[in-house]
């Protein structure tokens, strides 16, 4: 796995590396150094434009360009202001060495004179603001910004594509769309969900130091960037000696005569995903419908109200089916209602494992009044609870309504208030969103992000019979749960990833991804038993996201 520091932690680290012997200015001309060994490792590329900006990162624009020059491209630096005016020291005697090594210079130039010195660029670098950049790009970086997107050269971002928020993810304004980006010393969480997997391309971390994995651990990583080899372990063994009791069985208890398709995507995702045995517990009303489009998988009608919801009566008999079961998914289109919450309230009291989706989340909103976090009692168990809430479901578990996460990070810190509230390692709060979060009380892994196919209505229901599917099927101990619900996510995905192939990127539906799971499996278990033949273009420790999988 790789490890994923906030930004604050990432200047302890340039701290921590200092009082090792690694200056501030050493670290920039290695930053430096490493951008230009991503340039030059292309090829066809003669003319580069480096675009600097005020601080550091620009100093580690000057030294690339210094670094080029010296290899004998034709380097171009365009700052805003001279050399001798930049405000950091080290900095501008970086500046001032590019500049007498013959590195060309111009300084402020008009759009039209950028316009025409970038287009006739083969690389343009992105070195004008840096991770400590927040809000809105001001003069001249918003002009330039527009000029690099506008250039249609290769695009190479310095540690983040400037306008991006290397915390967040967000951008409030404009931002570089990059090709690649050069992150130094670790991933942070911006560059690789929401606007970053727009804004960076590829990325490729550059340590700096021999001593930079060990202090970015003891920095306490926020989160773990799993790897396909992560979950080697994870995988079953093939074997021919299975039969479908040995596969793990899995019900699926929702639905409602106003959502009765939702729970039947979940159970049909569950089959798709290899449990041996299916059940799906339904309200009584809409059984018939329900039986009449689940051929492979036995319905069981519970009692219900006169609106087509579960009644109060039909928690005991859920209770009894789960007992039965390797595993339980609720809450897919089961409505929030006085009988659902006393099923929710039932399932989190038994103790076989147990995925809470949907309007299962809801319930638990409603038991806790929105503060699930000041009730973990009502968690607490010995078997495994996996939640899978979407950011508007996350809010509302923990009085977040007004103020829901808008990004990744805050989703994790939401995430957090409940297990950690929990403080065991049964529970784990899978974030979702355009980006994913696993969350335990120990770690938080992140699954490579899945396609925008994705987003699409009863997504989430497929991931949810991914997940149950799964946690039948390989009865993980708790501390695992994370890592195998990144697994479920990055299954999802690669679905996701098979059924745009087909449908297209915005003609993906639901049942396209259930289809699609089968054979998604397959392949991502291919991958990650025989990583080298599928390893083409994701060498050492360069992350792109162009094959990533998995989210919601």
């Known amino acids: 796995m790789q490890p994923v520091l906030n930004v604050e932690d990432v200047r302890r680290v340039e701290a921590a590396l200092t009082e090792v012997g690694v200056s501030v200015s050493e670290l920039m001309h290695r930053a430096g150094a490493a951008a230009?060994?991503?340039?030059?490792?292309?090829e066809g590329v003669d003319t580069v434009t480096v675009l600097t900006g005020l601080g550091n990162n620009g100093g580690d624009g000057w030294v690339a360009a210094e670094n080029l020059h010296g290899k004998g491209f034709d380097v171009t630096v365009v700052t805003p202001v001279e050399p001798d005016d930049l405000r950091g020291d080290i900095a501008r005697v970086v500046a001032k060495s590019a500049q007498d090594s013959g590195v060309k210079v111009v300084v402020g130039p008009p759009r039209e004179t950028l316009d025409v010195l970038l287009m006739g660029s083969d690389v343009v670098v992105d070195a004008m603001l840096g991770t400590g950049f927040h809000g809105e790009p001001r003069a001249p970086f918003d002009i330039w910004i527009d000029s690099v997107n506008a250039s249609g050269s290769h695009v190479i971002a310095v540690d983040v594509p400037s306008g991006l928020s290397a915390q967040t993810g967000l951008a409030s304004g404009k931002y570089v769309v990059a090709d690649l980006t050069v992150t130094m010393l670790s991933l942070k969480p911006g560059l690789l969900f929401d606007r970053?997997?727009?804004?960076?391309?590829?990325?490729?971390?550059?340590?700096?130091?021999?001593?930079?994995?060990?202090?970015?651990?003891?920095?306490?990583?926020?989160?773990w960037r799993a790897d396909l080899d992560d979950y080697v372990d994870l995988l079953e063994p093939p074997s021919n000696a299975v039969d479908k009791f040995t596969r793990g069985s899995v019900l699926v208890v929702g639905g409602s005569s106003r959502f009765p398709g939702a729970p039947m995507m979940a159970a049909m995702a569950a089959a798709r995903a290899g449990a041996g045995y299916v059940t799906l517990a339904v309200p009584a009303q809409i059984a018939p419908i329900v039986q009449s489009q689940m051929l492979e998988?036995?319905?069981?009608?519970?009692?219900?109200?006169?609106?087509?919801?579960?009644?109060?009566?039909?928690a005991d008999l859920v209770a009894e089916l789960a007992e039965k079961r390797s595993a339980t998914l609720v809450g897919?289109?089961?409505?929030?209602?006085s009988g659902t919450v006393g099923i929710v309230s039932t399932l989190l009291a038994g103790k076989r494992p147990l995925v809470v989706d949907a309007d299962g989340l809801n319930c638990i909103s409603r038991l806790t009044s929105n503060r699930v976090d000041d009730f973990?009692?009502?968690?607490?168990?010995?078997?495994?609870?996996?939640?899978?809430?979407?950011?508007?479901?996350?809010?509302?578990?923990?009085?977040?309504?007004d103020t829901p996460p808008t990004s990744l990070t805050s989703a994790m810190e939401a995430a957090r208030r409940i297990v950690w509230s929990d403080g065991g390692s049964?529970?784990?709060?899978?974030?979702?969103?355009?980006a994913t979060a696993c969350v335990s009380v120990d770690v938080a892994i992140l699954p490579k992000p899945g396609p925008a196919a994705l987003a699409t209505a009863?997504?989430?229901?497929?991931?949810?019979?991914?997940?149950?599917?799964?946690?039948?099927?390989?009865?993980?101990?708790?501390?695992?749960?994370?890592?195998?619900?990144?697994?479920?996510?990055?299954?999802?995905?690669?679905?996701?990833?098979?059924?745009?192939?087909?449908?297209?990127?915005?003609?993906?539906?639901?049942?396209?991804?259930?289809?699609?799971?089968?054979?998604?499996?397959d392949a991502f278990?291919?991958?990650?038993?025989f990583p080298d033949a599928t390893k083409s273009g994701r060498e050492g420790r360069r992350e792109d996201d162009a094959d990533g999988k998995g989210d919601e």
């Open 36 to 42: 230009a060994s991503e340039v030059a490792r292309m």
């Open 196 to 223: 970053g997997r727009d804004a960076c391309g590829a990325i490729v971390v550059a340590p700096l130091a021999e001593q930079t994995e060990r202090l970015v651990r003891e920095a306490d990583p926020v989160a």
């Open 297 to 314: 998988i036995p319905v069981v009608a519970l009692p219900c109200e006169a609106d087509g919801t579960f009644s109060l009566k039909a």
């Open 332 to 337: 897919p289109g089961m409505r929030v209602t």
């Open 376 to 401: 973990p009692e009502l968690l607490r168990r010995d078997a495994p609870l996996i939640m899978t809430p979407h950011r508007m479901e996350l809010a509302r578990l923990v009085g977040l309504q």
């Open 426 to 434: 049964e529970v784990c709060v899978v974030a979702k969103g355009s």
């Open 458 to 521: 009863g997504s989430g229901d497929v991931l949810g019979g991914v997940m149950a599917a799964l946690l039948a099927r390989t009865g993980v101990e708790n501390e695992d749960l994370p890592l195998l619900a990144a697994m479920a996510c990055e299954m999802h995905g690669y679905a996701g990833t098979i059924a745009a192939e087909r449908y297209g990127s915005r003609g993906v539906m639901a049942r396209d991804i259930i289809d699609a799971l089968g054979l998604a499996e």
């Open 525 to 529: 278990e291919e991958e990650v038993a």
